[in-house]
């Protein structure tokens, strides 16, 4: 943008976010309480500041260019940004009010979460708060977008972005899972579950991304061999009714009454997981965020 341009201010970038979400100027002008001509207008004025066309108007709703999506993230920013901003005041000037959202993955929300939540819940009763399930791949988006503000999950540090910060909580050993009656119930020999079909979380990232390195590695598993299933729920039905196995944090049949599932001993044991904090880098916690933190922090302690 030239220097000597007018920029577009706030009521631009709102307008631009809500059309963007609706996909639809009318749905858009009812969520910010605008008539849709004020609407249309805010759009037209961000156009033109910004020197090129950021929506496509059809019959069947609004598209964005691709300028648009380009803009699209940084207005999602912006808007983000200053709402944590005025959270963040809110609750250093006593007002404990504002919105924490979080991304975690199964095993987080099954293991420390529901304590730290528990706490932080009686701590800050008029904070809203958002969770997500699913791997750092499926939520880095949202992290760096400020849609989420932290993260919990497996990473693979050597691959992890320069924008992102991570801290190391605990590690949790894994282990092989399947129903009571499975022909391979009793084996402790990974070689034994070469033949076996397999139920694992896409190999995006994080720990699942080394496991299927790991099994690849000893020939226990191949791409005719496996189903990928993002969802817990899903891949534990599939297990407790089929031949399939799966590969869940150890502990999780047992503190779940996952009834007619079991782990296996095996002799050469999966590779522990190593789960990490994930903030983005140059954006401050609101104090509120920043709480629920610690407390998974503590949990994790003393988990």
């Known amino acids: 943008m030239d220097p000597g341009k007018a920029e577009p201010r706030l009521?631009?970038?709102?307008?631009?976010?809500?059309?963007?979400t609706h996909g639809s100027i009318r749905s858009a002008a009812r969520e910010l309480g605008m008539s849709q001509p004020a609407m249309t207008r805010a759009i037209r004025e961000l156009e033109t500041?910004?020197?090129a066309a950021l929506l496509v108007r059809g019959a069947s709703g609004v598209t964005l260019t691709d300028g648009g999506r380009a803009f699209e993230r940084h207005a999602r920013m912006i808007v983000?940004?200053?709402k944590r901003a005025r959270d963040s005041v809110d609750q250093v000037s006593g007002r404990a009010h504002g919105h924490v959202a979080i991304g975690v993955s199964a095993t987080v929300a099954r293991t420390i979460l529901p304590a730290a939540v528990a706490r932080f819940q009686k701590e800050y009763p008029q904070v809203s708060m958002h969770l997500q399930e699913g791997q750092l791949s499926a939520l880095v988006e949202r992290l760096r977008?400020?849609?989420l503000d932290f993260?919990?999950?497996t990473v693979d540090t050597g691959a992890l972005d320069h924008d992102l910060r991570i801290q190391h909580l605990f590690d949790k050993p894994f282990v092989v899972v399947m129903r009571h009656d499975h022909p391979l119930a009793e084996a402790t020999d990974p070689d034994r579950l070469r033949q076996t079909r397999w139920v694992l979380p896409t190999p995006r990232s994080g720990y699942y991304a080394g496991l299927y390195r790991w099994l690849d590695e000893k020939h226990i598993i191949d791409a005719q061999s496996r189903l990928?299933?993002?969802s817990f729920t899903t891949s534990l039905n599939l297990i407790a009714q089929s031949d399939m196995v799966g590969v869940f944090a150890q502990g999780m049949v047992a503190h779940h009454g996952m009834a007619g599932l079991i782990e296996l001993n095996l002799e050469t044991p999966l590779p522990p997981a190593r789960f990490y904090l994930v903030r983005h880098h140059e954006r401050p916690l609101t104090p509120a965020a920043e709480r629920l933190a610690q407390l998974c922090e503590y949990e994790s302690r003393a988990g």
């Open 11 to 20: 009521h631009h970038i709102r307008a631009f976010v809500a059309v963007a």
């Open 49 to 51: 500041l910004m020197g």
């Open 151 to 153: 993260t919990i999950s």
């Open 228 to 230: 990928e299933c993002d």
């Open 145 to 147: 977008a400020g849609a």
């Open 80 to 82: 983000s940004e200053l």
